[in-house]
């Protein structure tokens, strides 16, 4: 269950005074403690009723010439501030079953029904609206390797609303919610914290029922470069992608850069090889993807060679 910040402020701030907090040097996103300690800030952000409406019509007047910009989200989002490394804020709208983006779109660009943890910390606040819908999970992220079917001790805490105003933090690779759709289209805004290396870090959906993994979420683009690297990067690119398989110091790229290798082989006994070599890796990710990789081969084989 994400931690809930007491934030009893009546008094209302603006969003470049929020900034200017935040840019406190004291301000770490990283530590715990000291990312809940700016909950009450965003509470008194939320107590300012007019600065989001001003926001959307600036953008509007604007042609939404800043979130092209800077916005990598759907419009689901609204970039607010994102202006460091270490933090960016944003508003989501949360439409609710008789919207009729819902009806149109449907549940899965608002991620309703896709149990996930994060990997990111995050502090959010219920802005308008009844809020979303959770169902909250807990996990121990250093128990789990991150294979796909992977049995994870999933502990089910209790379902809750983001109600206006409640604030909380969502822990990075703690917190799991199965998010629920809003009674009425909702709106909360958040701080997220935002480093480089995040995207290497993993983020998973899970089967709840199961209590497994159902897939990992996060993805950076060097997977999907890697491929091309390996299959038509010549010798360079095939140098480029040998060294990742052998000492990138993010595991899920270690393996992309090792399956690519073994996909640019002319046949599949020289496939397995390669595999082979990841099985029996030091990484515990590294060799159960690539275990699970040579099954999967395995089984096609006959198919594949025709
Ligand atoms: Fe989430």
């Not at 402020?9 to 000291?34: G, K, R, V």
């Not at 994870?152 to 822990?171: H, Q, S, T």
């Not at 995207?199 to 990992?216: H, M």
């Not at 398989?245 to 390669?274: K, M, N, T, W, Y």
């Amino acid at each position: 269950m994400p931690r809930i910040i007491a934030s009893p402020e009546t008094d209302a701030i603006t969003l470049p005074e929020l900034i200017e907090a935040l840019n406190d040097p004291h301000f770490d996103p990283t530590d715990e403690d000291s990312f809940a300690a700016a909950g009450p800030l965003l509470k008194r952000l939320a107590n300012n009723r007019d600065f989001l409406a001003e926001i959307a019509v600036a953008e509007l007047k604007d042609r939404c010439h800043r979130q092209s910009a800077s916005n990598r989200y759907s419009s689901q989002v609204i970039m607010l501030h994102r202006a460091s490394e270490k933090y960016f804020v944003r508003a989501n709208f949360w439409p609710s079953p008789r919207d009729s983006v819902f009806k149109t779109s449907g549940t899965s660009p608002f991620f309703y029904h896709v149990p996930h943890d994060h990997n990111f910390s995050f502090l959010t606040v219920g802005y308008l609206g009844p809020g979303y819908w959770s169902e909250y999970y807990e996990y121990d992220y250093e128990r789990v390797t991150g294979i796909p079917g992977e049995a994870v001790d999933l502990r089910f805490i209790e379902k809750a609303r983001l109600e206006p105003g409640k604030v909380m933090l969502y822990r990075a690779h703690k917190d799991v919610h199965d998010q629920l759709p809003a009674d009425d289209m909702s709106i909360s805004i958040n701080i997220m914290h935002a480093a480089p290396a995040l995207p290497f870090l993993s983020q998973y959906r899970f089967d709840v029922k199961e209590k497994k993994i159902a897939g990992i979420l996060s993805r950076s683009s060097a997977e999907a470069l890697l491929a091309l690297a390996a299959h038509h990067g010549g010798g360079n690119g095939r140098d480029l992608v040998e060294s990742f398989a052998a000492s990138h110091p993010c595991d899920r790229i270690q393996f992309a850069a090792l399956r690519e290798l073994a996909a640019a082989q002319p046949d599949v006994e020289g496939q397995l090889e390669f595999l082979g070599r990841g099985r029996h890796s030091a990484d515990a990710f590294v060799a159960a993807m690539s275990a699970f990789e040579t099954a999967r081969l395995t089984a096609h084989r006959r198919w594949i060679e025709g």
